[in-house]
């Protein structure tokens, strides 16, 4: 059918109305009426008939979520083991909505498995032209690995799509049955609006290019970092190996000299020492407000005690209540973060502290998540990831992608807090992730089974078949280099962690890099085949700012 066509009236389906998010209020949600599309001609104007009612203008301001129901006779417990009919797809006819800017599909068990393909297309809010289909992927376990007093739902991995005022999904048969297709209980899309930048933080360098915001992407990338057309010099050879049997140094072929765009001027540094052999892991907890330092201890049986303080971490409340971190010196950082690792007489590896731009840079409304912070012993390896979004974005959007993941991990999959402890755009710009300090070792939920004692840091893109740029592959290096060093580990050496399940039975001690993808911790493809082939180079240039 052509973009042309599906201009004409939408139809209307009673059964996918939009459906209030649990923790809403009431009424459901959407964006302000001043932001949304008129609904197409013949289509409904009432909330009964199909179309979602304004969210209250204090909500409105800090973002909302649509909630679009697939129809009950494909969902529900007496259809949960199947019943839509052997073969047949199941629908969300294209229809007018609020505005919006990334998707994603939840369903209420966790443990309940999407047996078909979920493909969704967007309609741009200013060109109205629709988008091609496009594909969702299930989290599987992933799903449910944020420590959450509620029920674990099961999840999509969402996909940004700009401003949108249109959407069409279905559900087709994935071909590895006959039996008929079935929906989760409550499966349903989740249209996600990001709400409004915060206010701009004064330019300087390395500063990002701006805020983020939801206005329609315009299909050019930035110049720092065109996904896929990097340049980027002394790349590695992928690294194809798993974590298990592995022995030796890993490979790398050198730092990368170029200076980026999008990041400050100074490297960032760690003290590092070799393997660590296995180990029991510590965890605590502890409340606070976003960006503050607060400490949390807790025990646990046959564990040693976590503290939320860790070791050389720096000063209480770090970040609370400024938008950017600016980048220190070697001999700023080297006294903020003293390593508790490095013996007397002898100098740290540690180097500079790369900029980082707050939650409160990026415009996060602390009223979403749990005050609730949760921390481990200390960060012994980092899992580096990709969100599988697009590459096509401006970096000035990025702090709107985060707030619009942040509510989707908070308030449609129902965790704590945004998954990753740090975030990176292609202009090479560092922006904080999971509350609770931004040099403590907080404990997210980004790689399954190991989350303890880790850290996961996301690049804004996809990289399967992209290059990633020369800024994201060094803010990354920088970024692992100080934050590893915090806790007196080196980024060019491997260390053990214990899983928690997923991959690896629970309780099996496995060997990583201490720079690693999260394919190597769990079954993905993330965080792409060509983002994979930079961590030799990103192993070795950290360890090179780090002094070694």
């Known amino acids: 059918m052509s973009a042309a066509a599906l201009l004409l009236p939408l139809a209307p389906l009673a059964s996918a109305a939009p459906s209030v998010e649990p923790a809403a209020a009431p009424a459901p949600t959407g964006s302000s009426p001043s932001s949304a599309s008129p609904p197409a001609p013949g289509s409904p104007s009432s909330p009964g008939a199909g179309a979602a009612r304004p969210a209250p203008r204090a909500e409105r301001a800090a973002g909302s979520t649509q909630s679009l129901a697939f129809p009950k006779a494909a969902s529900g417990a007496a259809t949960r083991h199947g019943s839509a009919g052997a073969g047949s797809a199941v629908r ?28 969704v297309r967007t309609r741009d809010a200013e060109t109205k032209r629709w988008s091609d289909w496009r594909e969702l992927t299930a989290h599987g376990d992933e799903s449910r690995q944020d420590d959450t007093d509620g029920p674990e739902r099961g999840a999509t991995a969402p996909l940004w799509v700009g401003l949108a005022d249109g959407v069409e999904a279905r ?123 607060a400490a949390g201890t807790g025990d646990g049986a046959g564990q040693e005690a976590g503290t939320g303080a860790g070791k050389g971490a720096g000063t209480a409340a770090e970040g609370a209540g400024v938008s950017v971190l600016p980048a220190l010196s070697r001999e700023a950082t080297e006294a903020a973060y003293p390593v508790a690792s490095a013996r007397p007489g002898t100098k740290p590896h540690i180097g500079p502290r790369p900029r980082i731009v707050t939650r409160k840079g990026w415009g996060a409304n602390e009223k979403l998540r749990e005050s609730r912070l949760a921390y481990t012993k200390k960060v012994k390896a980092v899992f580096v990831h990709h969100t599988a979004m697009t590459n096509r974005y401006s970096c000035k959007r990025a702090p709107a992608m985060i707030r619009a993941m942040y509510r989707y991990h908070v308030k449609s999959m129902k965790w704590r807090d945004i998954g990753y402890n740090f975030l990176v755009d292609k202009c090479g710009t560092v922006y904080e992730g999971r509350a609770g300090g931004v040099a403590k070792p907080v404990m997210g939920a980004h790689t399954y089974g190991f989350n303890t004692n880790t850290m996961g840091v996301a690049v804004l893109g996809s990289y399967d078949r992209s290059r990633p740029s020369k800024a994201a592959v060094t803010a990354l ?72």
């Open 92 to 119: 969300i006819p294209a229809r007018t909505v609020h505005r919006y800017a990334l998707l994603g599909a939840v369903w209420e068990h966790a443990d309940e498995t999407l047996r078909g393909r979920l493909q």
């Open 477 to 548: 290096s920088r970024l692992a280099a100080w934050k590893l060093g915090i806790s007196g580990v080196n980024p060019a050496a491997r260390t053990w962690l214990k899983s928690g399940g997923g991959k690896y039975k629970k309780g099996r001690k496995i060997r990583f890099h201490t720079v690693s993808g999260h394919k190597d911790g769990y079954v993905t493809e993330c965080p792409g085949a060509r983002l994979y082939g930079k961590l030799g180079t990103i192993r070795s240039t950290a360890a090179r700012l780090q002094g070694r």
């Open 171 to 293: 559900v087709l048969p994935d071909g590895t049955t006959t039996a008929r297709l079935g929906l989760p209980d409550g499966f349903r899309l989740e249209l996600v609006d990001p709400g409004p930048d915060p206010a701009r933080p004064a330019p300087g360098r390395g500063a990002p290019a701006g805020p983020g915001s939801t206005r329609p992407e315009s299909g050019k990338p930035g110049k720092a970092g065109n996904a896929g057309n990097s340049g980027s010099t002394g790349e590695s050879a992928p690294d194809s190996t798993g974590p298990r049997d592995e022995n030796g140094s890993p490979d790398g072929t050198g730092p990368q000299n170029a200076e980026p765009g999008g990041t400050g001027s100074d490297g960032t540094g760690a003290e590092g020492s070799g393997a660590q052999g296995p180990g029991s892991d510590g965890t605590g907890t502890g409340s606070g407000d976003a960006g503050s330092e």
